[in-house]
């Protein structure tokens, strides 16, 4: 057993080492809107930049430096409303998708990137374009279709972490709460791979699903497996598991820093209008990828050998192992599998809000409440809560201001529990 925790404490080092950041304790950055104004590549200076509260109430003001880059400091996550004043535009200059005004959600520590894309010359036919005065804020559906888009795209990264929760907890019995760090080391992987490295970050994310993967089936091989054959009681292991989770984490601070960062690639990508939703393309293809390894997860679990022996050991273990089923092949199958889910889940949510040290550990209450909602240890249950997690925190924002949308959300939990304590789709009892 030492020896294991040497081995997985010494992998953690090394690779944290190839950050090549030195050494900080400092905290993470507060929570801020930024952004750079480019008319091609031309930077645009001097052009002013207003961010409010959704009730109107300002929160700051930035002017475009000359390599047309500003920042405006926010005083929590929540979303906000971010203005152009297209009157200080050079002449000839124009926001070339007619949006001088957005509304984008910030996240805990993250420094939100709001992309103006401008253009030159008239834009005659382009709403809001061109004319003096304030611009044109955005209307109620507008903000409902953000909201709504918003809510889709944080449901899928849920889904992602919470489905390979529920899988080791169905199998094991396990509520591992160091699922989250598996999430921030697979950002924290393609960032090496990108960043440090230079990779492109499509082949850095393949990388880092994989080494979650990897990570997944080693720790269950070299220290879950260990305790479970050693018969540690579940309650003490999930007590183990929250100390991991502080260890590893503190791991990341030191090694990565508590500022958040970006990828090299897709950081400062405009939004394309499509109908009333106005979506950067990277947030597409991300939710393309999250739809078809969730359908395949799924698939798999129905259609597949595996996949039934997988429900098997989750259904009754004893029973799963004298009908000649390899409980522990399973178990080490469904670790590897929850660490590459956790792994994309943090390379998607590195791209949708920055890399940080504690990414995992934010979502974490989350991905338990969509896990718990849809009913533990059911797969299809763990997609359908994160689900209605996902949409209900944005949507929360329209009643409630937007730092408590995250309570809102657990309060909606709560109260769903209140009336049926197994879940959507749990059962009133579970065997095994």
């Known amino acids: 057993m030492r020896r294991a925790v040497i081995m997985l404490t010494a992998f953690l080092a090394c690779v944290m080492l190839s950050f090549g950041v030195s050494a900080t304790s400092a905290w993470a950055d507060g929570e801020s809107l930024q952004g750079t104004l480019k008319n091609g590549d031309a930077p645009v200076a001097g052009v002013k930049i207003k961010a409010f509260k959704q009730d109107g109430t300002p929160v700051g003001e930035a002017t475009s430096d000359a390599q047309g880059k500003w920042s405006i400091p926010v005083p929590g996550s929540g979303t906000y409303r971010v203005d152009l004043d297209q009157s200080t535009l050079p002449s000839g200059v124009t926001v070339s998708n007619g949006r001088p005004s957005l509304s984008p959600p910030v996240a805990d520590g993250q420094a939100r990137n709001v992309l103006f894309p401008l253009s030159s010359g008239t834009a005659a036919n382009q709403p809001g374009q061109n004319q003096p005065g304030a611009p044109k804020a955005p209307s109620s559906w507008d903000r409902y279709a953000d909201l709504l888009y918003s809510g889709l795209h944080f449901s899928l990264i849920i889904a992602l972490a919470a489905l390979g929760i529920s899988l080791i907890f169905g199998t094991t019995g396990l509520t591992n709460f160091a699922h989250g760090e598996l999430v921030t080391f697979g950002a924290l992987m393609a960032f090496l791979f990108n960043v440090t490295i230079g990779l492109p970050l499509i082949v850095s994310g393949i990388i880092a699903v994989a080494i979650g993967a990897i990570v997944g089936y080693f720790q269950d091989r070299l220290f879950w497996g260990w305790l479970r054959k050693r018969r540690t009681n579940l309650v003490t292991m999930m007590i ?12 990341f601070l030191y090694f990565f820093g508590g500022e958040s960062r970006a990828y090299a690639e897709f950081n400062a990508q405009p939004g394309q209008s499509f109908g009333p939703f106005l979506i950067a393309p990277k947030n597409l293809v991300c939710d393309a990828i999250a739809i078809v390894v969730l359908v395949a997860v799924s698939w798999a679990l129905l259609g ?30 469904v670790w590897t599998l929850g660490g590459g889910l956790a792994a994309l889940a943090g390379v998607i949510l590195g791209i949708y809000q920055n890399v940080g040290y504690q990414m995992g550990f934010q979502i974490l209450l989350l991905v338990f409440a969509a896990v718990t909602l849809g009913g533990f240890g059911t797969a299809w249950g763990a997609l359908i809560g994160s689900l209605v997690i996902g949409l209900f925190i944005q949507f929360s924002t329209l009643w409630i201001p937007t730092e408590l949308k995250t309570i809102g959300a657990l309060g909606a939990l709560i109260v769903i529990l209140l009336f049926r304590p197994q879940g959507i789709l749990g059962r009133r009892t579970r065997i095994g």
């Open 240 to 251: 183990i598991s929250i100390g991991l989770s502080l260890a590893v984490r503190y791991i």
């Open 304 to 333: 597949t050998r595996l996949g039934k022996a997988t429900r098997a050991v989750a259904d009754n273990p004893a029973l799963a192992a004298a009908s000649g089923i390899n409980v522990d092949r399973i178990i080490r199958l």
